[in-house]
């Protein structure tokens, strides 16, 4: 993502697996509209949002995904 900045411009971005949030870091540096990070560890969830913080991205949030469960974080479908 910032070695080609202008993919994500204004885009929503969605982390899976997120780990520490580097990649959604990432996202939000290069101009991401919005950005959301999920794991499944709780640990992960705070090392997102501190890796966030201490980046100066308030952009980013994070939430719990387990995909083993069946369930998306978000509806991904787009209305025309």
Known sequence: ???RPGTGVGRDV???ASGSGLVAVA???AGARSVLAGDIDDN???AIML???ANGV???TSRRVDL???SAPINLARSP
């Open 51 to 53: 890796n966030a913080a």
């Open 27 to 29: 996202a939000a540096k």
């Open 68 to 70: 083993a469960a069946g």
């Open 58 to 60: 308030p952009g980013v």
């Open 44 to 46: 992960a969830l705070a």
């Open 14 to 16: 969605l982390d899976v």
């Open 1 to 3: 993502i910032l070695d």
